[in-house]
């Protein structure tokens, strides 16, 4: 006799049941439908909008001061300014990131730069390009980006490839020559921009 065994994939949107509680009170649910079908989020917190120009300022201070740098940048911020350590628990933000990575995610590094006109792109990139492809079939990383000057089509903004995160492997060598589907984040000023780090960038 032969025994047939089905297999059938979770959900990608069930959120855990110790953090559903969480999810409601803080209305995050669409969030996580655009986490799991984009691969990034642009959330919206009284707390991050409350200490932006705080956290502008500092970055402004700190910040490598070299005018022919592609973008003046400080690494390692946490300890240099109370600010920063209010930042990393912005409430919708922690929420975000125990969905996608679980809990007990590892706090990584938190850098400020600042970015000049005419410098170029960074390329296109998946923040998680140190790990070999295929990347593992659970979420490794993720970036959060604290818009501390409105994002616009005009200035300048960050784009995203939506969905490629669900590739699970590095950029192809020509990505960066034709991005129809690219979406340019546009963010108003204290906005926090959430991507899994599989995600395609620029």
């Known amino acids: ?13 069930a959120i855990p049941e110790d953090l559903q ?52 940048t400080r690494s390692n911020l946490l300890d240099l300014d109370p600010v920063f350590a209010a930042a990393i628990c912005v409430p919708k933000l922690l929420v975000l990131v125990d969905f996608l990575l679980g809990k007990g995610a590892v706090f ?21 390009s140190w790990f070999p492809a295929p990347f593992p079939a659970w979420e490794i990383m993720c970036t959060a980006c604290w818009v501390t000057d409105e994002f616009t089509l005009e200035s300048g903004a960050t784009l995203m ?24 984040i546009v963010a108003s000023k204290g906005s926090l921009v959430l991507w899994n780090g599989s995600v395609c960038c620029t």
């Open 108 to 128: 990584s590094q938190l850098n400020g730069s600042i970015r000049r006109a005419g410098r170029g792109s960074l390329g296109v990139h998946a923040d998680s």
């Open 21 to 72: 509680a969480a999810v409601a009170a803080h209305e995050l649910s669409d969030h996580i439908r655009q986490l799991v079908d984009d691969g990034y989020t642009i959330i919206q917190d009284p707390l991050a909008h409350a200490l932006t120009d705080d956290i502008r300022a500092a970055i402004l201070r700190l910040a490598d001061q070299d005018p022919q740098a592609k973008a003046q």
């Open 161 to 184: 490839i939506p969905g490629t995160h669900k590739l699970r492997r590095h950029p192809p060598p020509d990505a960066g020559k034709d991005m129809p589907e690219a979406r340019s």
């Open 1 to 13: 006799m032969a025994e047939i065994l089905g297999v059938v994939a979770s959900d990608p949107y």
